[in-house]
C-alpha cells in the first residue's frame, strides 16, 4: 500500500510514535466509498475488515502511526503543550497522481499528549464532524473530510456513558499553526526551521527558490485563512473554537467540535459551551483568524530576517494585510449571494440586507435562498420571513435597480445566486437529531439520510423540503460542545 510517511522522517521531537490502542468489538457504520475512489485508496471488501482498519485492530500495510506535539493559544491563553491527545495519524497516503492525504484515526486511545484523558471519543462528536465535514466539502468550503465512521463497541464516560466511536479523518496535512508555537515557544527555532521547510515543501513547493521563503510562507498562509473565513461567513458557519492548534497552514477548515451554522441572522451568534465571553461569535472570526495569524508570524520571525526589527515590520505588513484581503475575499463572496458584482453600492446593498436581516430576526439562508426568486418577483415566501415588509420591499427595489445597472439579465442573476446560497445546510436541530437516534436507539439511519440530503446543499429537492425549515422553538439548538 503507497504510504509514504514523510512527516515520520522528521525528528521524533515533532511526535510520539504510537499505535491505536484496539477496541473490543468494532462495527463499521458508514465508509466513504466516493472519497476513496478519489484516493485510490484499496478498501476491505468484508464490514469486519473494514470494521477492523477503521478502528485501529489492524493497520494498513506502510502506515506508521504518529500522535503530533503541537501547543496552542486556547481563547486567548498560551497552552505549551497540547498534541495529539486522543488521535494517531496512520500516515500519509499516496494516490497514483502523487497526492498526499493524511489519514488520522480519532479517539483512537491515550497518547503522551492525552493529560490524564481517555483518549476515547463518545459517538456523538464523530457523527457530527463525519456529517459537517462532509457537508463543508459539498459546499465548496476548504475542509479535512471524513472517510470512515467507526462503533467501537465499548462505552465512554463523560458526564454519563455514551456509546464510542472513532472518526477516520483525511487532511492535507495536519501542520497547525499551533505545531510552530510548540518550538518557538522553546526557543528552538531550528525546529521552527524543519518544520517550516516541510510546510513549504508540502504545501506551497514554489516558494522554495524565492529569495525570503519564510516571508513568503506567511503571506501564503494568511491569503488561505482570508479566502477560507469569508467563505464561512458566506455560509453563516461559525467555528467554535478557532484557537491556533485548530487552525491549519494549509487553509483547510479543521476540527469540528462545537461548530455550529446560524439560523437567525446575528452577527454576536455564538454556539460554543465554552465561549463564554463570544471569542468566536460569528463577525469575529475574521479578526481571530488575524489574531491567530499574528501568533503564527511571531514563530517566524528569525526566519525572515536576522535584524528582529526589519523582521517584525515586514511580519506586521503582512499580517496587518489580511484585513484587506479578507475584505476582498468577503464582498466577493457575500456579494455574489445578492447576484451583484462587489462595486462599491453592491456593498452597500448587501450591508443594508443584512441589517434589515438581524432586525426581522429571519434565518440566513432561507433569506437568501428566497432572494433568488424575488430576481423574477416571485418573493411571497420571501416577505413571509420578514416582520417589516415595507423596509424589505423598498430595498427589492434598490438592488433589482443595481442589478439592471450591472446589466445582469434575472435569469444569469438567480443562476448565480442559486449556486452560492445553499437549500441545505447540516441544521443543527438535524444533526443532534441524528446524534440522538444514534445514542439512544443505535438508529444510524438518520445520520445517513442527513448526509446524502447534503450530498446537493444547492438542489431543491422537494422530497426533503423540512430540511431547509427554520427550528421550531423546541428545536432550537443554544450551545454544542466539544466531546473530548
Not at 68 to 75: D, E, N, R, T, W
Request: charged letters at 25%; a negative charge.
Amino acid at each position: 500500500m503507497p504510504f509514504d510517511n514523510s512527516y515520520a522522517r522528521l525528528d521524533e521531537k515533532f511526535y510520539q510514535r504510537i499505535k491505536p490502542t484496539p477496541v473490543k468489538s468494532p462495527r463499521i457504520i458508514l465508509v466513504n466509498r466516493e472519497l476513496a475512489g478519489e484516493m485510490d485508496f484499496p478498501l476491505p471488501e468484508t464490514d469486519s475488515e473494514l470494521a477492523e482498519l477503521f478502528s485501529g485492530n489492524k493497520l494498513p500495510l506502510g502506515a506508521e502511526p504518529l500522535a503530533l506535539v503541537y501547543a496552542g493559544h486556547q481563547f486567548g491563553n498560551f497552552v505549551p503543550r497540547l498534541g495529539d491527545g486522543r488521535a494517531v495519524l496512520l500516515g500519509e497516503f499516496l494516490n497514483t497522481a502523487g497526492k498526499r492525504y493524511d489519514i488520522q484515526l480519532k479517539g483512537s486511545g491515550q497518547t503522551m499528549f492525552s493529560r490524564n484523558g481517555d483518549g476515547r471519543s463518545p459517538i456523538g462528536p464523530v457523527i457530527r464532524e463525519y456529517i459537517v465535514s462532509e457537508a463543508m466539502f459539498r459546499l465548496g468550503i476548504p475542509t479535512t473530510r471524513a472517510l470512515a465512521m467507526t462503533s467501537t463497541g465499548e462505552k465512554v464516560y463523560r458526564e454519563q456513558e455514551f456509546p464510542g466511536g472513532i472518526f477516520t479523518r483525511v487532511a492535507a496535512s495536519h501542520i497547525r499553526i499551533g505545531s510552530f508555537e510548540y518550538f518557538a515557544s522553546r526557543n528552538d527555532f531550528d525546529a521552527v526551521r524543519t518544520l517550516a521547510d516541510y510546510t513549504i515543501n508540502r504545501h506551497y513547493p514554489a516558494l522554495k527558490d524565492s529569495d525570503n521563503p519564510y516571508e513568503f510562507l506567511l503571506e501564503k498562509v494568511c491569503s488561505a485563512q482570508a479566502r477560507l473565513v469569508a467563505k464561512w461567513m458566506r455560509i453563516g458557519f461559525i467555528h467554535g473554537v478557532m484557537n491556533t492548534d485548530n487552525t491549519t497552514v494549509s487553509g483547510e477548515t479543521i476540527d469540528y467540535g462545537p461548530c455550529a451554522f446560524m439560523d437567525g441572522y446575528d452577527p454576536a451568534t455564538v454556539f460554543s459551551s465554552i465561549d463564554h465571553y463570544g471569542r468566536y461569535a460569528y463577525a469575529r472570526q475574521p479578526s481571530i483568524a488575524q489574531w491567530n495569524l499574528a501568533a503564527f508570524a511571531g514563530c517566524l520571525l528569525p526566519l525572515i530576517h536576522e535584524d528582529t526589527g526589519l523582521a517584525k515590520s515586514r511580519a506586521e505588513e503582512i499580517v496587518e494585510g489580511f484585513g484587506a484581503e479578507f475584505r476582498k475575499h468577503y464582498f466577493s463572496e457575500m456579494c455574489a449571494k445578492i447576484g451583484l458584482v462587489p462595486t462599491s453600492p453592491a456593498k452597500d446593498l448587501l450591508n443594508e440586507f443584512l441589517e434589515i436581516l438581524q432586525k426581522s430576526k429571519v434565518d440566513f439562508t432561507n433569506s437568501f435562498r428566497e432572494l433568488g426568486k424575488a430576481v423574477r418577483h416571485e418573493h411571497s415566501a420571501l416577505l413571509e420571513l420578514f416582520a417589516d415588509r415595507e423596509l424589505l420591499q423598498n430595498w427589492l427595489g434598490k438592488w433589482r435597480g443595481e442589478l439592471k445597472k450591472q446589466g445582469i439579465a434575472p435569469e444569469t442573476a438567480t443562476k448565480a445566486m442559486n449556486s452560492n446560497n445553499p437549500a441545505f445546510i447540516p441544521r443543527n436541530h438535524r444533526v443532534e437529531e441524528a446524534i440522538n437516534a444514534a445514542i439512544e436507539h443505535n438508529n444510524f439511519e438518520p445520520c445517513k439520510k442527513l448526509i446524502t440530503i447534503l450530498l446537493l446543499p444547492y438542489e431543491e429537492q422537494p422530497e426533503y423540503a423540512e430540511y431547509m425549515n427554520f427550528p421550531e422553538p423546541n428545536e432550537r439548538v443554544y450551545q454544542t460542545f466539544c466531546g473530548t
